[in-house]
C-alpha cells in the first residue's frame, strides 16, 4: 500500500476544493460507523450490568464486550492496505459497509449473550480496522496538498460523530432501540458515498487513465465555466505510481520475508528509524492518554463522580464538545502547525487529569465535594477537547508525512496494529485498574503518561506544516543522514559528523 500526495506547484492555478471536502466526508461516515461502534458501550454497558437484569454482565464480562470492538480492528487493520490496491478504495469501503450492518443485527438479536455480543463486536471492529486505514487513503489521494491537513482531520471528526451519535441516542431510547437505529448507519453511508468518485490514483495504478482523468476533472470542479489543467497532477501521480512499482520490484520475499531483511539491515541513524520513532511514539502516547477509557466509560465515570448534573447528560456534554473541537482542528492545524498543537494537547491533557485525579481522592476519602460537584465535568470536557485538537487526529496523517516510501507498508502496519493493540489493552485494564487502584491512582497514572508523551514531542517530533511529502522525507535525511555507521563511513571515505 503506497500514500500519494497530489502535487501542487504555485505557477498552476488549483482547483476548486468544494468537491473534495465533500468526497472525503463523505468517505469518512464509514469512520462514523466505527465511533458508534467505540462509543457504544458508554450507555449500554450500564444497561447490561444493571440490576434490573435477570441475567446481567459482570465486570469482567463487560471488559470484554468493550475490548473486543478494538481486537478486531487490529486484525481488520493488516489487510486494509491490500485490500484497498487489489478492490479499490471506494469499492472496499463500500463493501465493508455489509459488517457493520450485519453486527449491529446481531446486538439487535443477542440480548445478553456474552459470545454473540463479542462475536457482534469482533465482527464490527474488523470493518472499523480496515476503514480507519482505507480512509485515510482515500482521502489523501484526492485532495491537494494545501487543503491535506484539513481533510486529514476528518477521520477523526467523524469518529467523534458516531460517538456522539451513541451518546445521543443512548440517552433518548432503550438499549434496543440504540443498536436498532445504528443499523441505519451503514446504511446511509452506503447510499451518499456511492456516487463519490473512485481514488484516482487507484485507477491510474490499474491502467484505467480515461476514468482517472474524468474522477480528477470532477473532484478538481473543472466544468465548461471553469477550465483547470489536470495534466500537471496526472503526470505527478504516474510519476509516483512508477517510483512504487520500481520499489515493489525489489520486494522479492513477502510482505513479512522484506519486514525481515529490511530489519536485518535496520540502522538507528536512518531516515525510516527517525520516522518509526515519530510514528510509534505518537500512536503510543496517543492512547496511553487514556482517551478511549474514558469515552468507552464516560456515563460510570460520572456516575462514579458523583456530579451534580445527571450522567448521561453529562456524557452529551462531552460528546458535543468532542466533535466542535475536532472540527476546529482542523482549522488550527493549517494556522498553528502539527507540533505546537501536539505539545499544547498533551500539557493541558495532564493538567486535566491530575485535577480529576485529586477529586476523586478527596472524594474517596470521604471529603464533602458537592461544592466542586461541577469539576468532573469540566476536567473531562476539557481532556476531551484538547485531545480532539492535537493527540487525536494528528498521528494518523502525521504518519503517511514522516514514513519513506520504501518503508510505509510495514511501518504503517505496525503503527496501526500498535495503535490498536493499545486500545484493546487500556480498555480491557481499564475497570480493572479502577478496582485495584482506585480513581484517583487510574487517572494519576494516566497523568505521568501525558507529561511523558509532552517530553517525547517536545525533543522528538518535528514540525511538518506545509511541507510537502519530499520535503519532509529529506528533512528527515538531513536529520538522521550524516550519522553513518563506522562501516560506512569507512566505505564511503567519509568521517563521522563529530570528527568534522
Same mark, same amino acid.
Given at each position: 500500500?503506497?500514500?500519494?500526495?497530489?502535487?501542487?506547484?504555485?505557477?498552476?492555478?488549483?482547483?476548486?476544493?468544494?468537491?473534495?471536502?465533500?468526497?472525503?466526508?463523505? +468517505?469518512?461516515?464509514?469512520?462514523?460507523?466505527?465511533?458508534?461502534?467505540?462509543?457504544?458501550?458508554?450507555?449500554?454497558?450500564?444497561?447490561?450490568?444493571?440490576?434490573?437484569?435477570?441475567?446481567?454482565?459482570?465486570?469482567?464480562?463487560?471488559?470484554?464486550?468493550?475490548?473486543?470492538?478494538?481486537?478486531?480492528?487490529?486484525?481488520?487493520?493488516?489487510?486494509?492496505?491490500?485490500?484497498?490496491?487489489?478492490?479499490?478504495?471506494?469499492?472496499?469501503?463500500?463493501?465493508?459497509?455489509?459488517?457493520?450492518?450485519?453486527?449491529?443485527?446481531?446486538?439487535?438479536?443477542?440480548?445478553?449473550?456474552?459470545?454473540?455480543?463479542?462475536?457482534?463486536?469482533?465482527?464490527?471492529?474488523?470493518?472499523?480496522? +480496515?476503514?480507519?486505514?482505507?480512509?485515510?487513503?482515500?482521502?489523501?489521494?484526492?485532495?491537494?496538498?494545501?487543503?491535506?491537513?484539513?481533510?486529514?482531520?476528518?477521520?477523526?471528526?467523524?469518529?467523534?460523530?458516531?460517538?456522539?451519535? /451513541?451518546?445521543?441516542?443512548?440517552?433518548?431510547?432503550?438499549?434496543?432501540?440504540?443498536?436498532?437505529?445504528?443499523?441505519?448507519?451503514?446504511?446511509?453511508?452506503?447510499?451518499?458515498?456511492?456516487?463519490?468518485?473512485?481514488?484516482? #490514483?487507484?485507477?491510474?495504478?490499474?491502467?484505467?487513465?480515461?476514468?482517472?482523468?474524468?474522477?480528477?476533472?470532477?473532484?478538481?470542479?473543472?466544468?465548461?465555466?471553469?477550465?483547470?489543467?489536470?495534466?500537471?497532477?496526472?503526470?505527478?501521480?504516474?510519476?509516483?505510481?512508477?517510483?512504487?512499482?520500481?520499489?515493489?520490484?525489489?520486494? =522479492?520475499?513477502?510482505?513479512?520475508?522484506? #519486514?525481515?531483511?529490511?530489519?536485518?539491515?535496520?540502522?538507528?541513524?536512518?531516515?525510516?528509524?527517525?520516522?518509526?520513532?515519530?510514528?510509534?511514539?505518537?500512536?503510543?502516547?496517543?492512547?496511553?492518554?487514556?482517551?478511549? +477509557? $474514558?469515552?468507552?466509560?464516560?456515563?460510570?465515570?460520572?456516575?462514579?463522580?458523583?456530579?451534580?448534573?445527571? +450522567?448521561?447528560?453529562?456524557?452529551?456534554? #462531552?460528546?458535543?464538545?468532542? $466533535?466542535?473541537?475536532?472540527?476546529?482542528?482542523?482549522?488550527?492545524?493549517?494556522?498553528?502547525?502539527?507540533?505546537?498543537?501536539?505539545?499544547?494537547?498533551?500539557?493541558?491533557?495532564?493538567?486535566?487529569?491530575?485535577?480529576?485525579?485529586?477529586?476523586?481522592?478527596?472524594?474517596?476519602?470521604?471529603?464533602?465535594?458537592?461544592?466542586?460537584?461541577?469539576?468532573?465535568?469540566?476536567?473531562?470536557?476539557?481532556?476531551?477537547?484538547?485531545?480532539?485538537?492535537?493527540?487525536?487526529?494528528?498521528?494518523?496523517?502525521?504518519?503517511?508525512?514522516?514514513?519513506?516510501?520504501?518503508?510505509?507498508?510495514?511501518?504503517?502496519?505496525?503503527? $496501526? /496494529?500498535?495503535?490498536?493493540?493499545?486500545?484493546?489493552?487500556?480498555?480491557?485494564?481499564?475497570?480493572?485498574?479502577?478496582?485495584?487502584?482506585?480513581?484517583?491512582?487510574?487517572?494519576?497514572?494516566? /497523568?505521568?503518561? /501525558?507529561?511523558?508523551?509532552?517530553?517525547?514531542?517536545?525533543?522528538?517530533?518535528?514540525?511538518?506544516?506545509? =511541507?510537502?511529502?519530499?520535503?519532509?522525507?529529506?528533512?528527515? #535525511?538531513? =536529520?538522521?543522514?550524516?550519522?553513518?555507521?563506522?562501516?560506512?563511513?569507512?566505505?564511503?571515505?567519509?568521517?563521522?559528523?563529530?570528527?568534522?
Amino acid at each position: 500500500m503506497e500514500h500519494f500526495d497530489v502535487a501542487h506547484d504555485e505557477s498552476l492555478k488549483g482547483g476548486k476544493k468544494a468537491r473534495q471536502y465533500i468526497a472525503a466526508l463523505l +468517505a469518512s461516515l464509514g469512520c462514523l460507523c466505527g465511533g458508534a461502534v467505540l462509543g457504544w458501550t458508554s450507555p449500554a454497558l450500564p444497561y447490561l450490568q444493571g440490576e434490573d437484569l435477570n441475567d446481567s454482565l459482570t465486570d469482567d464480562q463487560g471488559s470484554w464486550v468493550g475490548a473486543t470492538a478494538p481486537l478486531g480492528a487490529l486484525v481488520g487493520a493488516l489487510p486494509g492496505g491490500w485490500l484497498a490496491d487489489t478492490f479499490g478504495r471506494k469499492a472496499m469501503l463500500l463493501y465493508l459497509a455489509v459488517p457493520y450492518f450485519v453486527s449491529w443485527l446481531m446486538i439487535v438479536f443477542a440480548d445478553t449473550s456474552v459470545i454473540i455480543l463479542c462475536a457482534a463486536r469482533v465482527l464490527c471492529g474488523l470493518s472499523m480496522g +480496515a476503514t480507519t486505514v482505507i480512509t485515510s487513503l482515500y482521502n489523501e489521494e484526492i485532495s491537494e496538498v494545501e487543503i491535506r491537513g484539513a481533510i486529514g482531520v476528518y477521520l477523526d471528526l467523524m469518529l467523534s460523530v458516531g460517538i456522539l451519535w /451513541c451518546y445521543l441516542v443512548g440517552a433518548m431510547v432503550p438499549y434496543l432501540w440504540l443498536a436498532i437505529a445504528s443499523c441505519g448507519l451503514p446504511i446511509v453511508f452506503f447510499i451518499t458515498f456511492v456516487w463519490m468518485p473512485e481514488s484516482p #490514483v487507484y485507477l491510474l495504478s490499474r491502467g484505467k487513465d480515461e476514468k482517472a482523468e474524468k474522477a480528477l476533472k470532477w473532484l478538481r470542479g473543472v466544468s465548461p465555466d471553469y477550465d483547470y489543467d489536470i495534466s500537471y497532477e496526472i503526470s505527478h501521480m504516474k510519476n509516483r505510481l512508477d517510483e512504487a512499482v520500481s520499489i515493489a520490484s525489489m520486494k =522479492k520475499h513477502g510482505f513479512w520475508g522484506d #519486514v525481515r531483511e529490511t530489519l536485518a539491515k535496520f540502522s538507528w541513524t536512518s531516515p525510516a528509524a527517525e520516522a518509526s520513532k515519530i510514528v510509534f511514539g505518537l500512536m503510543l502516547f496517543q492512547q496511553m492518554s487514556g482517551i478511549d +477509557a $474514558v469515552l468507552f466509560y464516560t456515563v460510570e465515570i460520572f456516575q462514579g463522580a458523583g456530579s451534580s448534573m445527571s +450522567a448521561y447528560t453529562c456524557t452529551i456534554i #462531552v460528546g458535543v464538545v468532542q $466533535v466542535l473541537a475536532t472540527g476546529a482542528s482542523s482549522l488550527l492545524v493549517e494556522l498553528t502547525g502539527r507540533r505546537f498543537l501536539l505539545m499544547i494537547s498533551e500539557a493541558a491533557m495532564a493538567l486535566c487529569l491530575a485535577i480529576l485525579a485529586i477529586y476523586f481522592y478527596f472524594k474517596d476519602s470521604g471529603h464533602d465535594v458537592s461544592s466542586i460537584g461541577w469539576l468532573p465535568l469540566a476536567s473531562v470536557t476539557t481532556f476531551v477537547v484538547m485531545f480532539a485538537v492535537g493527540l487525536g487526529p494528528l498521528p494518523w496523517f502525521m504518519m503517511s508525512e514522516v514514513v519513506p516510501t520504501e518503508s510505509r507498508d510495514w511501518i504503517n502496519a505496525m503503527a $496501526v /496494529c500498535l495503535n490498536w493493540t493499545l486500545v484493546f489493552t487500556v480498555t480491557k485494564v481499564f475497570s480493572l485498574m479502577l478496582n485495584s487502584m482506585g480513581n484517583a491512582g487510574t487517572f494519576g497514572f494516566f /497523568c505521568i503518561c /501525558c507529561v511523558v508523551g509532552l517530553v517525547f514531542v517536545a525533543v522528538v517530533v518535528p514540525e511538518t506544516k506545509g =511541507k510537502s511529502l519530499e520535503e519532509i522525507q529529506d528533512d528527515l #535525511v538531513k =536529520k538522521k543522514g550524516p550519522r553513518l555507521s563506522l562501516t560506512d563511513e569507512l566505505e564511503n571515505g567519509t568521517k563521522p559528523l563529530d570528527q568534522k
